[in-house]
């Protein structure tokens, strides 16, 4: 009851300006569809990607910015949390009767990335898998359905380890420019980019979990077989802990900029 409520406070918020709200979600949407058709033309002047056809980076695309939204819809908040502490305003999150990490999150829920990026999104994907050459069994629609959780889990995680940074460094903004120059990758198969790069983004910023790994297995390319192909979900889970823990010690060592 308590987050129905909470999600209708959300969306009576960002829809007290209807035509504002309907004006952003038009402009932010196109962008889904313009990334994509790059990759598209990009993919087919090029035969070398690894065997990886047009819809295929479409299917991979359409992975990562799915979870991405998700992500989004729940977590953005914690991207521009170095606003809220310079402000004082995380302040009043800590005399809410919710742990300051619920609050956070359900009292900003971003309705308009709803409409705006995750409806695109998933038309996307949607068609890619209808496109791409799958031979869709049980088993890879759990690893399409895990392989997306855990992606939303790990990019999750990400935006709040740069929440856990503001509090600490009062700035954050270098870290999401960091971290958006890497998620570029994503659009494409990662072994394009080498075995460093590729050990980087799945050992250290495990960003390869988010599409590539359970892309590899459900469209049968490279090392399809492979074990690490389907530890998307357990890859998101441990990022999820590890930053609810680092989110418990930032909390303690909060203090107020005094604004």
């Not at 007290?16 to 196109?30: D, G, M, T, W």
């Not at 609050?103 to 695109?120: A, G, K, R, T, W």
């Not at 990400?158 to 009062?170: A, D, E, K, P, R």
């Amino acid at each position: 009851m308590l987050l129905k409520k909470l999600f209708g406070m959300c969306l009576k918020r960002e829809t007290e300006y209807r035509l504002n709200f309907i004006l952003l979600c038009l402009s932010v949407a196109p962008l889904r569809l313009m990334h994509l058709l790059f990759a598209l033309i990009l993919s087919s002047k090029i035969e070398a990607l690894f065997g990886w056809g047009a819809w295929d980076i479409a299917f991979l695309y359409g992975m990562y910015v799915v979870s991405y939204s998700l992500a989004q819809i729940f977590f953005k908040p914690f991207r521009n949390l170095d606003q809220f502490v310079r402000r004082g305003t995380l302040d009043s999150y800590f005399i809410k009767p919710q742990p300051v990490l619920f609050s956070l999150i359900f009292y900003n829920i971003h309705i308009m990335e709803i409409f705006s990026q995750l409806i695109p999104s998933v038309i996307i994907l949607a068609l890619a898998c209808f496109r791409a050459s799958i031979r869709w069994d049980f088993f890879k629609v759990l690893i399409l359905v895990s392989g997306i959780a855990g992606g939303t889990l790990i990019q999750a995680g990400i935006f709040v380890f740069m929440g856990c940074t503001s509090i600490f460094m009062l700035s954050s903004s270098w870290l999401g420019e960091l971290y958006y120059a890497f998620r570029d990758f994503l659009s494409y198969p990662l072994a394009l980019f080498g075995k460093k790069m590729l050990a980087f983004l799945t050992f250290v910023l495990p960003l390869a979990f988010v599409n590539y790994y359970p892309a590899r297995y459900i469209l049968e390319k490279e090392s399809s077989d492979s074990l690490i192909n389907f530890l998307s979900l357990p890859a998101g889970l441990i990022v999820g802990a590890l930053m609810y823990l680092l989110w418990e010690v930032s909390c303690r060592h909060y203090a107020s900029s005094g604004s």
